[in-house]
């Protein structure tokens, strides 16, 4: 089975951050240690591929640089949706990729780093699940 983002939810994601549903990214160091970030900026990059642009560079960016796998959990009661979304990040701290990352990038997160000294990550999603464990897709 491939990974295919339908179009329900590249809006939800796309818009999670303006309709008051940010996402929460979880991550874990290389001890293993869990870590939780709200990531107002995911979007998605391509059809089986989320970005978010990394502005705080603290725990979750050392997380991900020494472990890249990730988890992304959107919630949105009013439509009872749940969704934890599993997947591979890399950073990119410059060119092509970054450029397009800032792009997709909600204005509010680009107000919160006026110098645009993010860095964009990427997320190859290999699973999406229901908090009820039933996988909606799975590479």
């Given amino acids: 089975m491939a990974i295919n983002i339908t ?5 939800l994601l796309n818009n999670a951050l303006a309709e008051g549903f940010p996402c929460i990214l979880g991550t874990a160091s290389k001890d293993g240690v869990p870590q939780i970030s709200m ?8 059809d089986d591929t989320l970005c978010y642009w990394e502005r705080a560079k603290r725990s979750a960016l050392e997380n ?6 990730v988890v992304i959990f959107y919630r949105n009661p ?3 949706i749940n ?6 990040a890399a950073i990119h701290e410059s060119g092509e ?6 792009s997709l990038t909600p204005q509010a997160e680009l107000d919160r780093d006026p110098d645009l000294a ?5 997320v190859k999603v290999n699973r999406i699940t229901e908090l009820s464990g039933n996988v909606l897709q799975e590479r």
């Fill in 64 to 69: 991900v640089g020494d472990n890249p796998n």
């Fill in 39 to 46: 990531k107002g900026s995911v979007a998605v990059f391509e």
């Fill in 7 to 11: 179009g329900e939810m590249r809006d």
């Fill in 118 to 122: 993010g860095l964009a990550v990427l």
């Fill in 97 to 102: 990729i970054r450029d397009r990352v800032l």
């Fill in 83 to 88: 969704w934890r979304i599993q997947g591979i």
């Fill in 78 to 80: 009013g439509k009872r």
